[in-house]
């Protein structure tokens, strides 16, 4: 393993833990087993290095995401599944993502350019056309758009939902499983209903 990648993987892990803002530069130096300023030769700040992580999870999980929703041989509703399993999975893995992904969006467009290039044209994914052939009057974007929203926002939300709520982090660990099981039929029920 070179040394970058000690020390992404060490990042990675202190991030997943303690969250950008409780980690420290020196932590993820010590956990790399490397100097600071070794460190800081390969990534300049811990706001680089976080955004190289994050860039690389979102570029890899969109690699798989995107074979998904563009295979007209999965059926619609295991693709659903397997969508909503593959991205709660990674955001329990990386509960800082869905964060980053908003402010860099808000403040870069290094990572819009991530996304336009994986969605060319979103009317001839194969999931877009399935949703279309499943009820003519579902709009596919709004039907993206809320699959999304259910999945992120408890992420986005998690300070305010410890502070509000009594769960522990056990109960809040059931809960999101619950949500993981409960979104797919919610966004088939949607696509049915649609008016």
Do not use: C
Request: glycine residues 2%; proline residues 5%; charged residues 25%.
């Amino acid at each position: 393993m070179t040394t970058e990648e000690r020390i992404k993987k060490a990042a990675d892990k202190l991030f997943s833990e303690k969250g950008f803002e409780g980690t420290k530069t020196r932590e993820i130096a010590q956990e790399a087993g490397i100097n600071s300023a070794l460190l800081n030769y390969y990534f300049r700040s811990k706001e680089k290095l976080f955004q190289s992580i994050m860039i690389e999870k979102i570029e890899k999980f969109f690699g798989f995401i995107f074979p998904l929703i563009n295979n007209p041989d999965i059926e619609l509703y295991e693709k659903i599944e397997l969508l909503i399993n593959n991205y709660m999975v990674l955001l329990i893995e990386n509960p800082n993502l869905p964060t980053f992904i908003i402010n860099e969006i808000d403040h870069k467009s290094d990572l819009l350019s991530v996304f336009s290039k994986m969605f060319p044209e979103m009317e001839k994914i194969a999931m877009y056309q399935q949703i279309k052939a499943k009820n003519p009057k579902a709009n596919p974007i709004q039907i993206f758009l809320n699959m999304v929203s259910l999945m992120i926002f408890p992420f986005i939300m998690m300070r305010l939902l410890k502070t509000i709520t009594p769960l522990s982090e056990k109960e809040m660990a059931i809960l999101l499983e619950e949500r993981r099981k409960m979104i797919p039929v919610w966004i088939l029920e949607m696509i049915e209903n649609a008016r």
